[in-house]
């Protein structure tokens, strides 16, 4: 691999996704949403909408009903879960709901969704008083890739657009890593304390933007709360992935992971890093949507309304599932 086409995943990815040709800003993430490429909750948005209502009024509540109630979806794709969720609050007239993604507003958004164009954090509102979602959005933010050597060193990854890497320089080369723009010592105390590699070949993803962003989210919100749902790992669980989770996604189907802009690339998220950088509570999805009234029994057969009752449970299984999309994190900060 020629030198000069190395760089550390963090960089190599930062273009491939938001780039003058990256896959959401100008390539087809950009012209078909993520709807096409990913297979995520907002599919079933109907009954998540309506349990992130729950969430909404109840913190409406806590906060004594003020005149304005923010919420701000951050990834926000093509606002339906905003439009979902308004669909289910009980007073929507009174919710100033805005969305924030790199892509520009839809033609089909709900006109009572405002949209804000431009890269997180710094295209989110501050000195919110409400709720602030950041659903599915962390594990798209950038991040490097380190693999232990057979001499015990956690060295960074470099890669070129057509997927081929390498690896460069150890992380305790604090200039050699500094010169290709990654902080090898707080990359270091990452790995120590979240995910520390133990045999030759394994692979981490250190979550350092992830944490970053996240703190800079919390910090937009005066009063209320912020909320991450994604697929993430905590503690042990990550010995279930020996070579990371580093991932492509196309046309709905997995593709290998080339930051080209051909594909969208994410990586699973560390909770228990975010959880710990701002205080936050951790629970995985089934149980927090259980809390808000989620329930996939069977309707009964005489209602009127039982083929949309029917679907509506379908997809509160799909959410609820244990081994799918109901082991996912929410990761929660009341402020």
């Known amino acids: 691999m020629p030198e000069q086409d190395a760089r550390p995943w963090s960089s190599a990815w930062a273009e491939a996704s938001y780039g003058e040709r990256g896959f959401w800003t100008a390539g087809p993430g950009a012209v078909d949403g993520p709807a096409a490429h990913f297979r995520t909750s907002t599919h079933v948005g109907e009954v998540l909408g309506a349990a992130l209502a729950r969430l909404v009024d109840e913190v409406d509540r806590r906060l004594g009903r003020p005149d304005r109630l923010d919420l701000v979806d951050v990834g926000a794709g093509d606002g339906a879960l905003l439009a979902a969720i308004l669909h289910s609050l009980p007073e929507p007239d009174r919710v100033r709901a805005r969305a924030v993604d790199v892509r520009p507003a839809p033609s089909a958004l709900d006109p009572r969704v405002g949209w804000r164009q431009g890269p997180a954090p710094d295209a989110v509102p501050d000195d919110l008083y409400g709720v602030l979602l950041a659903h599915e959005l962390l594990d798209e933010v950038p991040l490097d890739v380190v693999e232990l050597d057979a001499s015990g060193r956690a060295r960074l990854v470099l890669v070129r657009p057509d997927g081929e890497e390498a690896l460069g320089p150890a992380l305790e080369d ?31 993803e250190v979550g350092l933007p992830r944490d970053g962003m996240w703190r800079s989210l919390v910090s937009r919100v005066r009063a209320g709360s912020v909320l991450a749902i994604d697929y993430g790992h905590q503690g042990d669980t990550r010995s279930r992935h020996p070579l990371g ?7 709905g189907r997995p593709a290998p992971a080339r930051p080209d802009g051909s594909v969208g690339l994410t990586a699973h998220v560390a909770v228990d890093s975010l959880a710990a950088a701002t205080g936050a509570t951790v629970a995985d999805q089934r149980a927090a949507l259980g809390r808000l009234g989620v329930d996939a029994s069977l309707p009964d057969p005489s209602r009127a309304d039982y083929a949309a009752a029917l679907q509506r449970t379908s997809h509160a299984a799909e959410l609820l599932d244990p081994s799918g999309l109901g082991r996912w994190s929410w990761v929660r900060v009341d402020v």
């Open 174 to 204: 604090h200039d050699a890593c500094a010169a290709l723009g990654v902080d090898g010592p707080a990359a270091e105390d990452w790995l120590q304390c979240w995910w520390p590699l133990r045999e030759p070949g394994s692979r981490a």
């Open 245 to 251: 989770t580093l991932a492509g996604f196309r046309d």
